[in-house]
């Protein structure tokens, strides 16, 4: 059977802007990973009649509710008493959920008591699965009424996370005849709507396994998903879809189940004992930042350099005044000679250098805002790529580093570097 969700956010401070809505991205990832599709996002204040009119359209349109927040101990806590009253559940005292709630107290707060409002808290639906809370204070809940599976989560980012991981999962799951996996293929240096139209006719012929773009920052994903009786012969459905994609798409394709790209060249840079370097210009120390951000960077990476000003791209770096005063610093000569210095510098096998012009507005040349010249110098010799990118300082900051770093995972795996 396939399954649909629905997700309730509930709280007022959503709705106002105070914080953002963290648990609904984390949520709707982690059900995608399981087969199970989520239709509609709702946001619903701590307010009974608006929240009892929320859930009663979500009942109607999904086989699977998750609310997320109102389980705390104050008079604005209101999910559970709402979530009960729709599905005819009567509340009742949860002598185990208590004993854990005072329990968490003593150990985090041994000199404060705690307040009789906190056993609100263990007022749980009748015959519901409770799904220990070890995180905090407020138990989670599930249970299945009129054919809806109803899961009611506590709404601070780090409780709901760790709920749905290592309770709301394997709850999910126990549903399903067999098991259902996913791999995700990333690809850098391809628009989601040209991925997707190359792929549409195949997906939509798709059944089990099933095949699903995802457009990332600057980058795209495919999640193949397939449902079967045990892992093995799901991954046995998935493995001739990976291995079609990889030879459709080729270089494009930087990795299988895999965070980032810089992930991909550190693991490449470890494989072979090499070392990185960077020198930075418009980027400002992102790339060596989203690098240094790896568990296990300092195993490969040498260290960074932020050449803003001209200046200091000749005395630092050494890039040549006649270089600069020729071509000026967002060049392709200037990016090579950077990236050929940086190596040079700090002592590494590769270097990337970034520079270009991040905006808002055109450089002193008259170079246009996105004009980005990225080099890989490397014991072989040096590869500049230019890159025009547009939509704000930020994106093409971001994109110019992965660039940087498609540039040195392609070095490293005997791509064509371009």
């Known amino acids: 059977m396939s399954y649909t969700a629905e997700l309730i956010a509930v709280g007022t401070e959503l709705l106002l802007g105070n914080i953002s809505n963290t648990d609904a991205q984390m949520l709707s990832q982690g059900l995608s990973a399981l087969g199970i599709n989520v239709y509609y996002h709702t946001v619903v204040g701590d307010n009974p009649d608006r929240l009892r009119a929320a859930v ?5 349109r999904a086989d699977i509710l998750i609310t997320t927040g109102g389980l705390g101990p104050t008079c604005d806590d209101l999910t559970k008493t709402v979530l009960a009253e729709c599905f005819g559940k009567k509340l009742v005292f949860h002598a185990p959920s208590a004993r854990r709630i005072e329990d968490y107290f003593r150990r985090l707060h041994p000199n404060r008591p705690m307040t009789d409002n906190n056993y609100q808290q263990a007022m749980l639906p009748e015959g519901c699965t409770v799904l220990d809370n070890d995180w905090g204070t407020a138990p989670g809940v599930a249970f299945e009424a009129e054919g809806i599976r109803v899961i009611m989560l506590p709404g601070p980012p780090r409780e709901c996370k760790a709920m749905f991981t290592h309770r709301v999962i394997p709850y999910l799951k126990e549903l399903a005849d067999g098991v259902i996996v996913s791999r995700t293929l990333k690809l850098f240096g391809i628009g989601e709507s040209s991925m997707e139209a190359q792929l549409r006719e195949k997906m939509n012929a798709m059944t089990n396994p099933t095949l699903a773009p995802y457009a990332k920052e600057g980058e795209c994903e495919l999640r193949i998903t397939a449902k079967a009786p045990d892992e093995g012969a799901a991954h046995a459905l998935i493995d001739p879809v990976e291995a079609d994609l990889k030879a459709h798409f080729g270089p494009l394709v930087y990795g299988v189940d895999i965070p980032n790209l810089e992930r ?3 693991d490449g840079l470890k494989a072979k004992g090499l070392t990185l370097g960077t020198a930075e210009s418009c980027t400002g120390g992102l790339a ?7 568990p296990g960077a300092s195993a490969a990476f040498r260290g960074g350099i932020v050449s803003y000003a001209t200046q200091v791209k000749h005395t630092v770096l050494g890039v040549p005044e006649a270089l600069l005063d020729q071509y000026g610093a967002v060049s392709q000569p200037v990016a090579r000679a950077m990236a050929e210095g940086a190596r040079r510098v700090l002592g590494c096998d590769l270097a990337l250098s970034f520079t270009g012009v991040a905006g808002p507005d055109p450089d002193e040349r008259n170079n246009p805002v996105g ?15 230019q890159v025009n990118l547009s939509m704000g300082r930020e994106r093409i900051r971001h994109i110019a580093a992965s ?3 498609d540039l040195a995972r ?3 795996n005997g791509l064509e570097l371009k």
């Open 264 to 266: 991909a060249v550190l």
């Open 371 to 385: 004009l980005v010249f990225i080099a890989l110098a490397a014991p072989e010799g040096t590869w500049v790529r």
């Open 410 to 412: 392609r070095y490293l």
């Open 288 to 294: 060596a930042k989203r690098f240094t951000d790896l």
């Open 56 to 60: 009663e359209l979500a009942r109607t």
């Open 403 to 405: 660039h940087g770093f």
